[in-house]
């Protein structure tokens, strides 16, 4: 069994998103004095370091360090530079840099014209489908589109020639989507499977969310339950029942173990160690959402999207994933299918189960309830079953197969 019990100072640690947003869009400007001070780097921010200079620099377009380290600035004038360094003085001596080593480069549009369209366009060119951002690109002299999708290109052009804007005054890029940064063990909203969750004093992971008759739910493992088989109103938080609002929903579904038949003598058996529980009210779930990280990172970079699901066991040789929250995404091949398995210290049996091995640490304390999958195009997945269990070194995890799971807990829509 893998859930593991938490520390008193987790459970009293205020786990939070951590979000981190870059707003790059400067105030609008009006006309000011011929000189400003410049506060120091540390005190100055972005926005309004660029609205300052374009107050006090004629034909200013933008302010940056160029690999780096060496201040240049976008005049449409150059006979403007003695007043750009005038302005710049304060910030370039914080950095050590001497007046003679700012760069001019020539300007084809004034910051006042780029903010001017920045601020018009923003609304319009954000509400395409696809774009991922806009920016009043300070470095480059342009307004900068990124777009996660090709298609949006054509949207974004006919945007800007209809507000007037100058097509070669706007920059269109190829991007990745721009999600909210936080890890597998961070409060996030709407839910996705791979996160912790916390009952009791254990911590597991959601094995994947899903709907039953119509109900949002999410299936763990069985053994993520104040009580393995049978059903006692488990409440489950996420990340942790110390941070505000954690409260996620209640189990609902797990069904009791069976003695006799197949089931060995002196043990108590099942065919999944899974369990459903069903969200709370208010509670968003993102249906076939695996929060996907990187090799070795408990970082959420993006979701794995569940298309399919596997409807049989797997074949030897297979290579497998899991997200859970003590390890992240780890990868192995599939050894053995169809497993009867006795769980060490315990009078239960598991049957037909499936062992993944992998090169190195693939599973640890607290993956219980990771959903397991097939990978298949860059982000789309086949489901698999639930993990539960692994050897002590974690280089092997068992996992129940998701027909066995749909067996024992009925119809799930899984995306």
Known sequence: MLRTRTAVRLLSAGAAVLAAACADGPEPVAPGPPEVVLQPPEAQARGSLQSALARAVPGFGGFFLARGRVPTVYLTDPS?????????????????????????????????????????????????????????????????????????AAAVRAVVDRLGIPADAVSIEATEPIRFVATLRDLVRPTVAGLQINFSNFVCSIGFNALDGGQASFVTASHCTDQQGGVEGTEYFQPLASVANSFIGTEVEDPTYFRGGVCPRGKRCRYSDAARAAYASGVGSDLG?????????????????????????????????KVGRTTGLTTGQVTRTCVNTAVQGTNIALLCQAFVEGAGTIVAGGDSGSGVFKQGGTNSVTLYGILWGGNSSGTLFVYSPLYRVKQELGSLTTH
Not at 103 to 126: M, N
Not at 130 to 152: K, P, Q, T, Y
Not at 289 to 316: E, M
């Open 289 to 321: 959402g695996i929060a996907k990280t990187d090799p070795g990172s408990l970082t959420i970079t993006g979701t794995f999207d569940v298309t399919a699901d596997a409807s049989g066991d797997p074949v030897v040789g297979e290579t497998v994933s």
């Open 80 to 152: 403007a530079r003695v007043a750009a360094e005038r302005a710049l003085a304060p910030y370039l001596r914080e950095l050590g840099v001497a007046l003679g080593a700012l760069e001019v480069r020539p300007a084809a549009y004034s910051y006042r014209r780029l903010d001017d369209w920045y601020g018009r366009a923003t609304p319009e060119v954000l509400a395409v489908p696809g774009v991922a951002f806009i920016d009043l690109d300070e470095s480059e002299n342009r307004l900068v589109v990124g777009i996660s999708e090709r298609a949006a």
